[in-house]
C-alpha cells in the first residue's frame, strides 16, 4: 500500500481518532469523492487514519460521473488514479441520461448520486458511507433551510448520520472548516478540482455562499450557525420522541395504508400532530429528498381543529380520508391509475415506487402486480385504501402454482438531505 501524506502538522492522530471513531466497529466503508476539495481531503484523512489502525476497515471509493460538464469523465477518472496511488479500491458510477435536466439540475444531481451511492453500497457490502460535508455546508444549509421558512427539523441542519435506501451515510468532517482542508491540501500540493457551479449565481447555495463574509462580519459566521444547528437538532430529537410516542397510541399501519385515532390527535400540541402526519405521507409516498411542504400539512390541521376539514383531502399524493373509524392515508390513484407490472418468473421489483415485491416459486411463469380489486382486496380496510395496495395474479390467469411465494415489502419514507 503506498505511503500515505502526512497529516500531523493538521490533524493530531488525536483529532483523526475522534473524527473517525463511529468506523472503528465497521468492516467496509464507502468514501463519497467527488474530486472537490472536501472529498479529496476526506479521502487522504480517512486513509492517514486507517494506516494508524491495528484492524482497519476496507476502504473503497466511490466517484460519481453527472455527465453535466465535458470535463466530469475526466474529474471522475483523476479520482481514480489518487486513489490507486493510495493503493485504496475505486469504482466510477456514471449517471445515465439522455439529456441535460432542464430544472433543479442540483437536487436532481444530488438524487442521482445518492441513489448511485447506495446501490453501489449495497452490491459492495459496505457498511457505511463517507460524505466530506463541512461546517460551512452545514451553516449554508442552515440559512437555506431559514430562507425557505423550514421549522425545527430544516434548521437542525445536516446530521452526522443518515440512513438512505437503507445504507448509512456518515458525514466525519461536519465540525471541521472547510478552510483547514483545503490548507491541507494545497500545503502537500495535491491538486483538486473546482466546480464553476459552486460559484454560479443559478443556484442559491452559491448565492448564499457569497453573503457569508458579510454575516460573519456581524457574527453570525459559520461556527455560529453550526451551533445553533446543533441546538436544533437537540431540539427535535425531543419533538421527535414526542412523535414516536403518539404515533405508538394513535397510529395503526397496516402497510401501506394508515389509520390514525382523530381523538388522539385532538389532545396532542400542533406540531407533534404535524410530524405524526407528515412522517405517515412519507412512508406512504417516499420521496427521495424533501418531506411534503409544511404548508399543506398545517392548512389541513387548522382546518380540522375549526371543524372545517373536508371528508377527503389530498396531499403529496396521499388521500385523507375521514371516517367513523379514523383517519385512513393510503396512496392515491392518480389520472394514471396504479401501474400493473409483469415480473417474468421469480424475481422482483419496485412497484409504485415504494414497494418491493418479490416472487419465488413460479415455475417461470410470468406474474403480475398489480393495484388489489375484487375478492383480492382486504376486508379489514376501506375498499379505496385497499385498492390502493398491491396484489399478484398469474399473467395467464390460471391459479397460481403450489410452491408460489410473493412478498411485499414497503419502502421506508426517511428522506435525505439537502447536500451540497
Given at each position: 500500500?503506498?505511503?500515505?501524506?502526512?497529516?500531523?502538522?493538521?490533524?493530531?492522530?488525536?483529532?483523526?481518532?475522534?473524527?473517525?471513531?463511529?468506523?472503528?466497529?465497521?468492516?467496509?466503508?464507502?468514501?463519497?469523492?467527488?474530486?472537490?476539495p472536501d472529498s479529496t481531503a476526506l479521502m487522504l484523512?480517512?486513509?492517514?487514519?486507517?494506516?494508524?489502525?491495528?484492524?482497519?476497515?476496507?476502504?473503497?471509493?466511490?466517484?460519481?460521473?453527472?455527465?453535466?460538464?465535458?470535463?466530469?469523465?475526466?474529474?471522475?477518472?483523476?479520482?481514480?488514479?489518487?486513489?490507486?496511488?493510495?493503493?485504496?479500491?475505486?469504482?466510477?458510477?456514471?449517471?445515465?441520461?439522455?439529456?441535460?435536466?432542464?430544472?433543479?439540475?442540483?437536487?436532481?444531481?444530488?438524487?442521482?448520486?445518492?441513489?448511485?451511492?447506495?446501490?453501489?453500497?449495497?452490491?459492495?457490502?459496505?457498511?457505511?458511507?463517507?460524505?466530506?460535508?463541512?461546517?460551512?455546508?452545514?451553516?449554508?444549509?442552515?440559512?437555506?433551510?431559514?430562507?425557505?421558512?423550514?421549522?425545527?427539523?430544516?434548521?437542525?441542519?445536516?446530521?452526522?448520520?443518515?440512513?438512505?435506501?437503507?445504507?448509512?451515510?456518515?458525514?466525519?468532517?461536519?465540525?471541521?472548516?472547510?478552510?483547514?482542508?483545503?490548507?491541507?491540501?494545497?500545503?502537500?500540493?495535491?491538486?483538486?478540482?473546482?466546480?464553476?457551479?459552486?460559484?454560479?449565481?443559478?443556484?442559491?447555495?452559491?448565492?448564499?455562499r457569497q453573503l457569508m463574509p458579510a454575516l460573519a462580519?456581524?457574527?453570525?459566521?459559520?461556527?455560529?450557525?453550526?451551533?445553533?444547528?446543533?441546538?436544533?437538532?437537540?431540539?427535535?430529537?425531543?419533538?421527535?420522541?414526542?412523535?414516536?410516542?403518539?404515533?405508538?397510541?394513535?397510529?395503526?399501519?397496516?402497510?401501506?395504508?394508515?389509520?390514525?385515532?382523530?381523538?388522539?390527535?385532538?389532545?396532542?400540541?400542533?406540531?407533534?400532530?404535524?410530524?405524526?402526519?407528515?412522517?405517515?405521507?412519507?412512508?406512504?409516498?417516499?420521496?427521495?429528498?424533501?418531506?411534503?411542504?409544511?404548508?399543506?400539512?398545517?392548512?389541513?390541521?387548522?382546518?380540522?381543529?375549526?371543524?372545517?376539514?373536508?371528508?377527503?383531502?389530498?396531499?403529496a399524493g396521499v388521500v385523507l380520508d375521514r371516517r367513523?373509524?379514523?383517519?385512513?392515508?393510503?396512496?392515491?390513484?392518480?389520472?394514471?391509475?396504479?401501474?400493473?407490472?409483469?415480473?417474468?418468473?421469480?424475481?422482483?421489483?419496485?412497484?409504485?415506487?415504494?414497494?418491493?415485491?418479490?416472487?419465488?416459486?413460479?415455475?417461470?411463469?410470468?406474474?403480475?402486480?398489480?393495484?388489489?380489486?375484487?375478492?383480492?382486496?382486504?376486508?379489514?380496510?376501506?375498499?379505496?385504501?385497499?385498492?390502493?395496495?398491491?396484489?399478484?395474479?398469474?399473467?395467464?390467469?390460471?391459479?397460481?402454482?403450489?410452491?408460489?411465494?410473493?412478498?411485499?415489502?414497503?419502502?421506508?419514507?426517511?428522506?435525505?438531505?439537502?447536500?451540497?
Amino acid at each position: 500500500m503506498a505511503a500515505t501524506p502526512p497529516v500531523e502538522a493538521a490533524f493530531a492522530a488525536e483529532e483523526l481518532g475522534r473524527l473517525f471513531a463511529p468506523l472503528s466497529p465497521l468492516a467496509r466503508v464507502g468514501i463519497a469523492v467527488s474530486g472537490g476539495p472536501d472529498s479529496t481531503a476526506l479521502m487522504l484523512l480517512a486513509h492517514a487514519w486507517a494506516e494508524r489502525q491495528p484492524a482497519p476497515p476496507h476502504l473503497s471509493i466511490l466517484t460519481v460521473d453527472h455527465a453535466l460538464r465535458p470535463a466530469s469523465a475526466a474529474e471522475a477518472d483523476a479520482v481514480l488514479a489518487q486513489a490507486e496511488r493510495l493503493g485504496l479500491a475505486a469504482t466510477k458510477l456514471i449517471w445515465q441520461h439522455d439529456s441535460l435536466p432542464r430544472s433543479d439540475i442540483q437536487a436532481q444531481a444530488r438524487d442521482a448520486r445518492y441513489r448511485l451511492m447506495a446501490a453501489a453500497a449495497r452490491d459492495q457490502g459496505l457498511d457505511a458511507v463517507l460524505l466530506a460535508h463541512t461546517r460551512d455546508d452545514q451553516a449554508e444549509t442552515v440559512l437555506m433551510r431559514l430562507q425557505r421558512g423550514s421549522g425545527v427539523r430544516g434548521l437542525a441542519g445536516m446530521p452526522e448520520r443518515r440512513v438512505i435506501a437503507g445504507v448509512s451515510f456518515l458525514r466525519p468532517l461536519l465540525d471541521v472548516p472547510k478552510a483547514r482542508l483545503t490548507a491541507y491540501l494545497e500545503a502537500l500540493g495535491v491538486p483538486y478540482v473546482r466546480d464553476p457551479s459552486n460559484q454560479s449565481d443559478r443556484f442559491l447555495r452559491a448565492r448564499v455562499r457569497q453573503l457569508m463574509p458579510a454575516l460573519a462580519a456581524l457574527g453570525l459566521d459559520a461556527s455560529r450557525l453550526a451551533d445553533t444547528a446543533r441546538r436544533m437538532a437537540r431540539a427535535d430529537q425531543a419533538l421527535a420522541a414526542a412523535t414516536a410516542e403518539l404515533g405508538q397510541r394513535a397510529a395503526r399501519d397496516f402497510g401501506g395504508v394508515v389509520c390514525l385515532d382523530e381523538a388522539e390527535l385532538a389532545a396532542a400540541p400542533d406540531e407533534i400532530v404535524l410530524r405524526l402526519i407528515t412522517s405517515r405521507l412519507r412512508a406512504i409516498r417516499p420521496r427521495p429528498v424533501y418531506p411534503p411542504r409544511a404548508e399543506a400539512p398545517e392548512r389541513w390541521l387548522a382546518a380540522w381543529r375549526r371543524g372545517e376539514a373536508p371528508r377527503r383531502a389530498t396531499m403529496a399524493g396521499v388521500v385523507l380520508d375521514r371516517r367513523s373509524s379514523g383517519l385512513w392515508l393510503y396512496a392515491e390513484a392518480g389520472r394514471q391509475g396504479l401501474p400493473t407490472v409483469t415480473i417474468a418468473g421469480d424475481g422482483s421489483c419496485l412497484w409504485d415506487d415504494r414497494c418491493h415485491v418479490a416472487v419465488k416459486g413460479s415455475t417461470g411463469r410470468p406474474v403480475l402486480i398489480g393495484p388489489a380489486s375484487g375478492d383480492a382486496r382486504r376486508p379489514d380496510l376501506p375498499k379505496a385504501a385497499a385498492a390502493s395496495l398491491p396484489a399478484f395474479a398469474m399473467a395467464d390467469g390460471a391459479p397460481p402454482p403450489a410452491g408460489l411465494e410473493v412478498a411485499f415489502v414497503w419502502q421506508s419514507g426517511e428522506p435525505a438531505d439537502e447536500a451540497p
